[in-house]
């Protein structure tokens, strides 16, 4: 599978940026999705995650509350809605897909998020 991330960009503290990436080469539904982030200087960590199906999310503590997860398996698509920006939301943030069976892990290219104050 192929994902394509976009929706990065500059915002001020306390704005808002939507996330989405877009899935192909692959049944979307069979995927658990989540996005990662990576800040310069420090290693890549989860956002957030979604079940197959949607019907479960994760959470890391520095997302509960502001961000939110989401996907439209008719749109081989996953979102992350990103409210109440901090300036430690800097980061490069990463599609991620994987597969129970076959067994795989797959990333898609970063998208920048750069938070000002």
């Known amino acids: 599978v192929q994902l394509q991330a976009s929706g990065g960009g500059t915002v001020q503290t306390g704005g808002s940026l939507r996330l989405a990436c877009v899935a192909s080469g692959g049944i979307f539904s069979n995927y658990s999705m989540g996005w990662f982030r990576q800040a310069p200087g420090k290693e890549r960590t989860v956002v957030a995650a979604i079940s197959k199906s949607g019907d479960r999310t994760y959470y890391a503590d520095s997302a509960k509350g502001r961000f939110t997860i989401s996907r439209d398996n008719a749109e081989n698509t996953v979102y992350l809605q990103m409210n109440s920006l901090k300036a430690e939301d800097t980061a490069v943030y990463y599609c991620?897909?994987?597969?129970?069976?076959?067994?795989?892990?797959?990333w898609g290219r970063g998208t920048l998020v750069t938070v000002s104050s």
């Open positions: 991620y897909a994987r597969s129970t069976w076959p067994p795989g892990d797959y």
